[in-house]
């Protein structure tokens, strides 16, 4: 009898929100789908109480980690910066699992993949801060999206990216720049150690990061991919690239028949 090839299984660290009376941990549908779909793999979801977690424990049945985007902020003090805005969301749980969580991952040559939010938590991870709202630093444009117009159009594409010649992302999608969406009030001010840029904005605000030392895929991009995937070549490139990479990893580990 012939037996179903299993998927890499994916590790998608939740998000914390408050409904109602009630914390809940919770991912974006979207995130979900693009991993089950364009990267052909298992998404699993996280609770981010890191305090209850064996790391090593945790990774060894990754196949892959996608760290999402979110509404919330890393917590400034992460990287030496007081809170500049306080009506903007927090999530110190996710913050407490994700940080420890990407260094664990490259260490343990797990393929990653970071989207906005987890981005960011990349490069604070490697040291690197933040500007807490790009739209108030000199020189650099607003990348937030338009308040009150449909998904469709803050999804939409919003200005090209610049893709670093022989880079990582470069490789990926075949091009030198591309179309992006820019949905994200903070971006990347100093660059963390042991990262690499792999694009920038018009305005020079770096849009993506590759860690210099893993031995796997270890890619962070600012924009959205995840969004309508299936229909973005080169969007839909990023996440085959990582579910390949998932697949690697699983047939290294599998037991021998």
Same mark, same amino acid.
């Given at each position: 009898?012939?037996?179903k090839k299993?998927?890499?299984?994916?590790?998608?660290?939740?998000d914390?929100?408050?409904?109602?009376?009630?914390?809940?941990?919770?991912?974006?549908?979207?995130?979900?789908?693009?991993?089950?779909?364009?990267?052909?793999a298992?998404?699993?979801?996280?609770?981010?109480?890191? #305090?209850?977690? #064996?790391?090593?424990?945790?990774?060894?049945i990754? &196949?892959?980690?996608?760290?999402?985007?979110?509404?919330s =902020?890393?917590?400034?003090s992460? %990287?030496?910066?007081e809170?500049? =805005?306080?009506?903007?969301?927090? #999530?110190?749980?996710r &913050?407490?699992?994700?940080?420890?969580?990407?260094?664990?991952?490259?260490?343990?040559?797990?393929?990653?993949?970071?989207?906005?939010?987890?981005?960011?938590?990349? =490069?604070?991870?490697f040291?690197?801060?933040?500007?807490?709202?790009?739209?108030?630093?000199?020189?650099?444009? #607003?990348?937030? +999206?338009?308040?009150?117009?449909?998904?469709?159009?803050?999804?939409?594409?919003?200005?090209?990216?610049?893709?670093v010649?022989?880079?990582?992302?470069?490789?990926?999608?075949g091009?030198?720049?591309?179309?992006? =969406?820019?949905?994200h009030?903070?971006?990347?001010?100093?660059? !963390?150690?042991?990262?690499?840029? +792999?694009?920038?904005?018009?305005? !020079?605000?770096?849009?993506?990061?590759?860690?210099?030392?893993?031995?796997?895929?270890?890619?962070?991009?600012?924009w959205?991919?995840e969004w309508?995937?299936?229909?973005n070549p080169?969007?839909?490139?990023? %996440?085959?690239a990582?579910?390949?990479?998932?697949? %690697?990893r699983?047939?290294r580990?599998?037991?021998?028949?």
């Amino acid at each position: 009898m012939m037996t179903k090839k299993r998927k890499p299984v994916v590790l998608i660290p939740a998000d914390v929100k408050q409904l109602g009376e009630h914390p809940y941990h919770m991912a974006g549908h979207k995130y979900l789908l693009a991993v089950a779909e364009a990267a052909g793999a298992i998404p699993l979801i996280v609770p981010a109480i890191s #305090d209850l977690f #064996d790391l090593d424990a945790l990774l060894a049945i990754a &196949d892959g980690i996608l760290l999402t985007g979110a509404v919330s =902020n890393v917590h400034p003090s992460h %990287f030496g910066q007081e809170i500049l =805005n306080p009506t903007l969301p927090l #999530d110190p749980a996710r &913050d407490a699992l994700t940080l420890k969580l990407v260094q664990a991952c490259i260490q343990a040559e797990v393929p990653l993949l970071a989207i906005c939010r987890g981005f960011q938590e990349i =490069n604070v991870a490697f040291g690197g801060s933040l500007h807490q709202a790009v739209h108030e630093v000199e020189g650099l444009q #607003d990348h937030r +999206e338009f308040k009150g117009a449909s998904v469709d159009i803050q999804y939409g594409p919003s200005h090209s990216i610049d893709i670093v010649a022989g880079g990582q992302l470069a490789k990926i999608v075949g091009a030198k720049q591309m179309q992006v =969406n820019s949905i994200h009030g903070q971006g990347i001010a100093r660059l !963390g150690a042991d990262l690499v840029v +792999e694009a920038f904005a018009p305005d !020079g605000l770096i849009e993506a990061i590759s860690v210099v030392h893993a031995k796997t895929f270890a890619l962070g991009v600012q924009w959205h991919p995840e969004w309508k995937v299936m229909d973005n070549p080169q969007y839909l490139a990023i %996440f085959v690239a990582f579910g390949d990479a998932c697949r %690697f990893r699983m047939r290294r580990h599998e037991p021998p028949d």
